[in-house]
């Protein structure tokens, strides 16, 4: 089972293989803002992966276009509830100060 590292609260929980960033924050009680439930309607789930980006899914269509408007945007930007777990990865959380 993947583990998932969430920056920068340095907190690793296990996570399954399918998963995405945002359910296991979501069910691990890290704060990873959510606005519109998960459904790639906004970008307040926005993080930066600082490790692992290869056992992430690949990003689609919808949330290459949606991530274009996400302040701080970065080559390792994604948005939490499009990313699916494969492996193990970091990442940091991008709204914890906002």
């Known amino acids: 089972m993947p583990n998932v590292t969430f920056l920068p609260m340095n907190q690793t929980?296990?996570?399954?293989?399918?998963?995405?960033?945002?359910?296991?924050a979501i069910s691990n009680d890290i704060p990873l803002q959510h606005a519109c439930g998960g459904y790639c309607a906004c970008t307040t789930c926005?993080?930066?992966?600082?490790?692992?980006m290869e056992n992430l899914s690949s990003m689609e269509e919808e949330e290459e276009e949606r991530i274009e408007a996400v302040d701080r945007l970065t080559t390792v930007s994604r948005l939490g509830c499009q990313s699916k777990i494969q492996g193990d990865v970091t990442v940091e959380i991008m709204n914890v100060d906002d």
Do not use: P, R, S
């Open 13 to 24: 929980v296990v996570a399954d293989v399918g998963d995405t960033i945002l359910e296991v």
């Open 46 to 52: 926005h993080i930066h992966v600082k490790a692992g």
